[in-house]
Structure formats: C-alpha cells, structure tokens
C-alpha cells in the first residue's frame, strides 16, 4: 500500500500510525510476509534509543501478529513466546489484543500438549 502524500492526513503525521494498521490489514488478510515484515517495522519505529517502548500497546499488537504469523507456520513455541512477551508488557488494550489473538485460534487447534498449552497462552 502506498503512504499518503496529503499533508492534512493523520498517517503523515504519525506514519508508523500507517504501519500499524497495515500490519492488521495483511494479518487478517492472511499476506503473513507483509504482517511479518510490518510487524518487524512497528517495533523498531516503537522502540527508543534506550532500548526503552515508546508505544508499548502498538509493540504489544505486533507481537501478536507475529505469534499469529509464527502459529500459521507451525511454530508454537515461537508463538507462545510472542504471546507471552505481548501480555507481559505494562500497558495494553486487552480487548484490542483479544480481537487479534482471535486470528490466532484457527491456528493452535488441536489436542498436542504444546497446543493445549500455546492456546491456553492466547485466549486466557
């Protein structure tokens, strides 16, 4: 998707604001290349110098959808890694993160411990 170029838009002032929405656009859509790659950006836009999170529930919506990214590739301990790391942050929008973590069921189905245990990590 193209950047807007209108000076007036809110994404020209906040791009990683762009990002940010392009990242669910393309989770939900299911182009886990572009969610992954855009996910990667809204954590290095979100984190300062110091190491420290300027927009820990953008970070924390990232890491979802690459846990979902991860979980659609087969790779549940990478996704429960992602998951806890997202809810382990200090500030989040839990029904913003429930509604991600929703793309992550149809992935973690099964009766396997390890997807007991990465399901249980998502949707409690």
């Known amino acids: 998707m193209p950047y807007p170029e209108n000076l007036d838009h809110h994404f020209v002032v906040d791009p990683a604001k762009f ?9 939900l859509l299911g182009e886990d290349r572009f969610a992954e790659n855009l996910a990667h950006e809204v954590i290095r836009a979100g984190t300062d110098f110091d190491r420290s999170e ?26 429960v890694n992602y998951g806890e790391w ?14 991600v973590s929703e793309n992550w069921q149809p992935s973690s189905t099964g009766t396997t411990p390890r997807k007991r245990q990465a399901a249980s990590t998502w949707i409690t």
């Open 19 to 27: 990002d940010f929405y392009a990242m669910d656009c393309y989770r």
């Open 54 to 79: 300027r927009s820990p529930m953008r970070m924390a919506e990232a890491r979802i959808t690459l846990g979902v990214v991860a979980a659609r590739q087969g790779d549940l301990d990478q996704a």
């Open 86 to 99: 997202a809810l382990n942050g200090d500030r989040q929008s839990l029904p913003s993160l429930l509604m």
